[in-house]
């Protein structure tokens, strides 16, 4: 049963256009997310997180929105640059075991000039 | 700091053998984990470890053995490869709060079982 789930495996956008990645969860325990991203032959790099007391978390290009009556998740990253071209895994942390994450499937996507 | 580093980067085995992945962190992190990764199933945790000396399963433990007997290293067997095994391993590391510090990856090493 996939607690984390990124139906969209792949996405491809123009340069300078955003980017929206999404998440869906099914664990109502979460309640707290991360966004993970990963360039072929490297292991995944923390990205962004947000806490399930916020909706809203940015950093620079990335912004995270969260949508707890909805269980949904979202990244969005304006402007979108070529090297933003990678694999994102979005992750959830349960509260009732904190000591772990569970990942999602991961979103691949690709921004083109 | 080196990080999160893996031995070996890859390797090929023939179903039946056994090996040992090393995992090993220079930040103190307390916490360590062991994930696969296969297409489209995104990132599985096979074991992790909440200190020294501690182990615990995750989601997909079976087939695999871990030990950690040292705070930085973290170890991943393989007593009996399967082809079922072949995958990318990739290990992990965290402070005592994984719930607030994002974990730090390893680059990964691809096993194939034939």
């Known amino acids: 049963d996939q607690q984390v789930k990124q139906n969209s495996p792949s996405l491809s956008v123009q340069e300078g256009r955003i980017s929206i990645l999404n998440c869906d969860y099914t664990n109502s325990m979460f309640d707290y997310f991360l966004w993970y991203k990963k360039y072929p032959a490297e292991g995944p790099t923390f990205l962004i997180s947000i806490s399930s007391i916020k909706d809203k978390n940015e950093d620079g290009r990335f912004t995270v929105f969260l949508n707890k009556s909805a269980k949904h998740l979202s990244l969005h990253i304006v402007p979108s640059q070529p090297g933003d071209s990678a694999v994102y895994f979005c992750a959830a942390s349960d509260r009732g075991n904190t000591d772990k994450l569970i990942f999602g499937t991961g979103t691949r996507l690709q921004v083109f000039p | 700091n080196a990080g999160v580093t893996q031995t070996p980067k890859f390797r090929v085995l023939k179903t039946g053998q056994s090996m040992t992945l090393l995992c090993a962190q220079d930040?103190?992190?307390?916490?360590m984990y062991w994930y696969r990764q296969d297409p489209g199933m995104g990132l599985r945790l096979i074991h992790y470890?909440?200190?020294?000396?501690?182990?615990a399963k995750g989601e997909v433990p079976d087939g695999y053995n871990v030990s950690r007997l040292k705070k930085q290293n973290f170890l991943l067997g393989l007593e009996s490869a399967a082809p079922s095994q072949t995958s990318v391993y990739f290990c992990?590391?965290?402070?005592?709060?994984?719930?607030?510090?994002?974990?730090?990856f390893g680059p990964g090493t691809r096993l194939t079982v034939l």
């Open positions: 992990a590391s965290s402070y005592a709060r994984p719930r607030r510090n994002e974990q730090f």
């Open positions: 930040m103190n992190h307390e916490y």
């Open positions: 470890s909440v200190g020294e000396g501690t182990t």
